[in-house]
């Protein structure tokens, strides 16, 4: 392909925030949102253009750093591809349902198109880290991201002091994480110069013994930490549910929906394609954590009264099942591991998206400002309802699919932990259908039916009935997208030296 059509993908967002911030005298949320959905247009052409033909290669590579070994290289395979499709899905919807934010009196900082362009920036950083293929050039974006990110947090969160605080604390946390990433890069670097010329490519770093002396095991535990505390994982959880909590529903939804899967998709990228030999070291503590992980962030899910913590320590505990998946090392596991992220990023930015309309219309995130809506807002209701059954993976949701996965890979090798983890699947239950009943059945509250005087209005059924309706498809019909992932899980298997173990069938030789 001569057209860079993968970097026209990753610059359009940016050239839509650009427009927005440049030339006033277009309503800059009417120019995000038709950014977005060219955006998402564009994003199906190239994945069209990616699964038609095997033969057609999208990849590009422009000199950049040569004295680093750097370029500009950017490639699209099945996880990446699964990554850009959630993200240019996501971004439309945030704005949609976020359409009022900044537009009217409130508590917002900044007007309705400095929210968009800030929304378009998260999109193009985060495409930019799916696609790239050379790791200062994923390093930038990762760190870029953690900008407009920031002034969503703290522009327009409903609180103006506790939001200034979680967007420090956001941001704190996330240049912890890319100081200890740039190290793990100069030691990268160091380990390609080891046997010749010094690269930065991901691609010929893969090809690369990296593996195997005291400075890779060090870089290994820079890399897995500065993507730990993106995703998040225990105990480098705790600015999630403090941002959460100050962001509005659609901020919260692209937060956690795509920013978070950052750090996951960097642990593939990274963690075990360079550094095979270092992942099997370190598997046993990297298990230990993402199982506490599963189980502190169900629990803590169960003990909340605020609604967006409570949404936000459930993808705590999603996140331990991602991270399971992935280094239980298993072709099932690692599938199901990807296929997580794409479902996880549906249903909670769908629970986010309810619930930030929610909170708007009541004025309150307190579980005990509810009660009894399904009898005054139906459509609200059964909304709300199908989300989180996605949320608690129930069979016949998307989550199903991939969390099952994950779960028959941790048993085949580890079935201990398999058992554990098998925990946080019935706290989940627990605490997305405790939270429905209160808000949603039992007394009616008086003083919340007054602001539920009518249903979900169509402007969130628009944003949220996609979402719904791909937890559903994908639920039902997994393959096409199973079938896009796999051979990627095939990949790092055999770049990570992991094989399948044998099913054993006892009494049969």
């Known amino acids: 392909m001569t057209f860079p059509w993968l970097t026209a993908l990753a610059v359009l967002p940016l050239l839509g925030a650009c427009l927005i911030g440049l030339v006033k005298a277009w309503p800059g949320r009417l120019v995000g949102l038709v950014t977005a959905l060219a955006s998402l247009a564009l994003g199906g052409w190239v994945a069209w253009l990616q699964v038609s033909d095997a033969a057609v290669d999208l990849s590009e590579r422009v000199g950049w750093l040569d004295a680093l070994g750097s370029a500009y290289a950017l490639r699209l395979d099945g996880m990446g591809l699964a990554m850009v499709l959630l993200t240019v899905v996501l971004v439309p919807l945030v704005l949609i349902a976020e359409w009022r934010t900044g537009a009217e009196p409130g508590p917002a900082r900044f007007s309705s198109g400095t929210f968009s362009a800030l929304v378009l920036l998260v999109e193009s950083c985060s495409l930019f880290v799916f ?10 974006f990762f760190e870029a991201s953690l900008i407009p990110m920031y002034f969503l947090i703290g522009g327009f969160g409903s609180d103006p002091v506790k939001r200034s605080a979680a967007a420090v604390k956001f941001l704190l946390f996330g240049l912890a994480g890319g100081l ?14 080891r046997d010749g010329q010094i690269t930065m490519s991901l691609t010929e770093l893969a090809a690369r013994q990296l593996s195997g002396s005291a400075l890779s095991q060090v870089v290994f535990v820079g890399f897995f930490l500065a993507f730990a505390l993106k995703a998040p994982m225990v105990p480098g959880h705790t600015w999630l549910p403090q941002a959460a909590a100050q962001s509005t529903g659609g901020g919260a939804a692209l937060m956690v929906g795509v920013l978070d899967k950052l750090g996951t998709f960097g642990m593939v990228r990274f963690c075990l394609v360079l550094f095979p030999q270092e992942a099997h070291w370190a598997t046993p503590v990297i298990i230990g954590l993402a199982v506490l992980s599963i189980l502190y962030g169900a629990f803590a899910a169960l003990g909340q009264r605020d609604l967006l913590r409570l949404v936000a320590f459930t993808s705590i505990s999603h996140f331990g099942f991602m991270v399971l998946g992935l280094f239980t090392l298993t072709t099932s596991s690692l599938t199901g591991s990807i296929f997580y992220m794409v479902n996880h990023g549906l249903s909670t930015g769908a629970l986010f998206l309810l619930i930030g309309y929610l909170v708007d219309r009541r004025g309150s995130a307190q579980v005990s400002a509810f009660g009894g809506l399904a009898k005054v807002a139906p459509v609200l209701a059964g909304f709300t309802l199908v989300a989180g059954l996605g949320g608690l993976a129930l069979p016949g949701t998307s989550s199903f ?44 509250n008086e003083a919340a039916a007054e ?23 994908l639920g039902f019909f997994p393959r ?18 992991a094989t399948d173990l044998a099913p054993v069938v006892k009494g049969v030789k």
């Open 131 to 140: 696609l790239a293929d050379d790791a200062i050039l994923f390093y930038v």
């Open 180 to 193: 200890l990433m740039l190290f793990a890069l100069v030691g990268t670097g160091a380990l390609s110069a």
């Open 401 to 444: 699919v991939s969390e099952f996965m994950v779960m028959a890979g941790a048993w085949s090798r580890f079935p201990l932990v398999a058992a554990l983890a098998a925990l946080g699947t019935v706290f989940a239950a627990l605490y997305i259908l405790w939270t429905y009943q209160r808000l949603m059945t039992g007394p009616l």
């Open 451 to 473: 602001r539920f005087s009518s249903d979900l209005p169509w402007r969130q059924r628009l944003a949220v009935a996609p979402l719904l309706f791909a937890i559903l498809a």
């Open 480 to 497: 096409p997208a199973l079938d896009l992932i796999t051979p990627t899980s095939q990949t790092i298997m055999t770049e990570a030296g």
